[in-house]
């Protein structure tokens, strides 16, 4: 262990406030183990856009007390004192804590900060930043991340995540914060602390219910948070606007920061959905539903004609939305927008109705910053952001929004002899058949998808599959108004796409396919056609890639 290492590792301990981290850090200093202390100081993590994310442990390369106060610190002096902050936790290890440290340092700059009263959706925090006329917000998650990871997101005013040059020059003045243990710290007992009560939550239930969600009530749904924190919240939600009460799978009901029923607690992940699948087949339900532990994404399953249960993709739920909200509101300046790496069907929508259509880049914060007129906007990860003739009630994915908006819309199919899937046979009628999947590789060496991406750009395909490769965007150096960002774009012969790019969020490589088959028959058989199309393309781009490929 080099003298380097342990230097930093003392001056580590020596601001460290957290017992926890003070002992894992001793016994690493105790033991030598300078493999594990270069893990932890060899690296920090960056404030970006996503604000942070990482393992919770000691050192710079991972999510803790010091980490977390540095980072508000770093706030605290983009904003400037007097300004407020709403403030808003989960119910994973530490974020309570953490909520607790940024209320601290930030009232302690002579800001003034609000905390949520009790673990919370994200959605609920994205609202209060506007609801309260915060200056910004700060949620401390990691979303659907592994047990052992925190995170910490920040909101500006208008309620949507940070973008650039917001986040560049918070973290310019993270870097620039001395130690924490020589930051004033205010207390719970400071004026400009504030404990919020559940008023926060009300007022957001009442903006939800306000969505347009229809009249039809008459629907079994089968139910889970993944032991997260979006249970309640929903619950509340659906009996406010006068649904029945879910059916909740009992084993993941209650908060759990260890997810100890699945191994990725992310609806999408093979296997997670497992529990809530087995509930709605024993109730006969009509709909399943699904937060991801913090409730900002929604999944959504249906029962099949013949038996059993499908999950519905984030696209098909997207296109379902979208065109029920284009619907269902009205005026010339609406806008819809969803991502490049989403289908391009909600376009072809919003051209049938005459409503204006934008695309981003990946991630809600783009999105919310599609332009003025917003009225719906969605990512194919399982994000919808439902809004109304009143605009969005959340400038961010919301999951309790978009599960009251789907079961309102499976009500009205019901009451009507039909089911979500009959509306989605009549899209693809009207439309043509826009069929979408992934092609994603996790891996442990971040090395191993910077040397795909470079394959990709230094010999570029000229068919993957059976389809030519007609052009081809590199997005790094910014397209057709986009910022640029690390990502490939293929368009191919046949009304197809390919977009490739690294996970901002997880050591995954993702690729995004569509195919777009006209319906002429049966809309049966045009699924089977394009099935056969995508498993062509991904084993196309399997190849192309020069890695082993996952889900």
């Not at 939550?201 to 229809?214: D, F, K, M, S």
């Not at 007609?470 to 490939?488: H, K, R």
Request: charged content about 25%; glycine content about 12%.
């Amino acid at each position: 262990m080099s003298s380097d290492l342990a230097g930093l590792a003392h001056s580590w301990l020596a601001q460290d406030p957290d017992p926890d981290t003070r002992a894992e850090l001793t016994e690493l200093l105790e033991r030598g183990d300078g493999d594990a202390l270069r893990e932890r100081f060899g690296a920090k993590l960056e404030f970006g856009t996503a604000g942070l994310r990482g393992e919770l442990g000691a050192g710079p390369n991972r999510m803790n007390r010091v980490t977390v106060m540095r980072a508000a610190a770093g706030l605290a002096r983009v904003l400037g004192p007097g300004r407020h902050v709403v403030i808003g936790y989960d119910a994973r290890y530490k974020s309570d804590v953490f909520a607790c440290d940024t209320a601290a340092v930030l009232t302690g700059a002579g800001l003034r900060a609000s905390v949520l009263p009790a673990p919370l959706p994200t959605p609920v925090l994205a609202f209060a930043v506007r609801h309260l006329g915060a200056d910004a917000g700060v949620t401390v998650t990691a979303s659907h991340n592994p047990p052992r990871d925190n995170g910490y997101k920040v909101y500006w005013g208008d309620g949507s995540q940070i973008v650039p040059p917001i986040d560049a020059e918070i973290s310019a003045a993270i870097d620039a914060a001395g130690p924490v243990s020589e930051l004033p710290l205010g207390s719970p007992d400071d004026p400009a602390w504030t404990a919020l009560d559940d008023g926060v939550v009300t007022a957001y239930l009442e903006a939800v219910t306000a969505l347009p969600i229809g009249t039809a009530r008459g629907l079994r749904v089968a139910y889970t948070p993944l032991h997260g924190v979006g249970g309640d919240t929903l619950a509340r939600a659906f009996a406010a606007a006068g649904f029945d009460a879910p059916a909740v799978v009992e084993a993941q009901a209650a908060p759990d920061p260890d997810f100890p029923t699945v191994a990725f607690p992310n609806p999408e992940e093979p296997g997670a959905m497992d529990l809530a699948l087995e509930l709605a087949e024993r109730i006969g339900a009509d709909l399943i539903l699904a937060n991801d532990p913090d409730a900002d994404r929604c999944a959504v399953g249906v029962p099949l004609p013949g038996g059993g249960h499908r999950m519905l993709t984030g696209d098909e739920v997207g296109a379902l939305l979208g065109e029920h909200v284009i619907g269902q509101t009205s005026g010339e300046g609406r806008l819809v927008a969803t991502t490049i790496v989403s289908s391009s069907l909600l376009g072809r929508i919003a051209a049938e109705y005459r409503v204006r259509y934008a695309e981003t880049l990946t991630g809600f914060k783009w999105i919310m910053k599609a332009g003025d007129g917003l009225v719906f906007g969605y990512e194919e990860a399982l994000g919808y952001s439902v809004g109304s003739d009143k605009g969005l009630p959340v400038h961010d994915k919301d999951g309790i929004g978009a599960a009251l908006t789907v079961a309102g819309l499976a009500a009205q199919a019901k009451l009507d002899g039909r089911t979500l899937l009959d509306l989605l046979d009549d899209q693809a009628r009207r439309y043509g058949l826009h069929a979408t999947s992934q092609l994603s590789v996790r891996v442990d060496d971040l090395s191993l998808i910077t040397g795909a991406m470079t394959r990709l750009r230094t010999t570029p395909p000229v068919r993957l599959g059976d389809r030519d490769v007609e052009s081809a965007d590199d997005l790094i150096e910014g397209s057709a108004g986009l910022p640029p960002t690390d990502g490939l774009r293929y368009r191919l012969s046949g009304d197809a796409r390919v977009v490739v790019r690294p996970s901002g969020t997880e050591p995954k490589l993702k690729c995004y396919l569509e195919v777009v088959v006209p319906v002429t028959g049966e809309v049966s058989e045009a699924r089977e056609r394009a099935a056969r199309d995508l498993d062509a393309l991904k084993s196309g781009l399997a190849d192309a890639l020069g890695l082993t490929a996952g889900r």
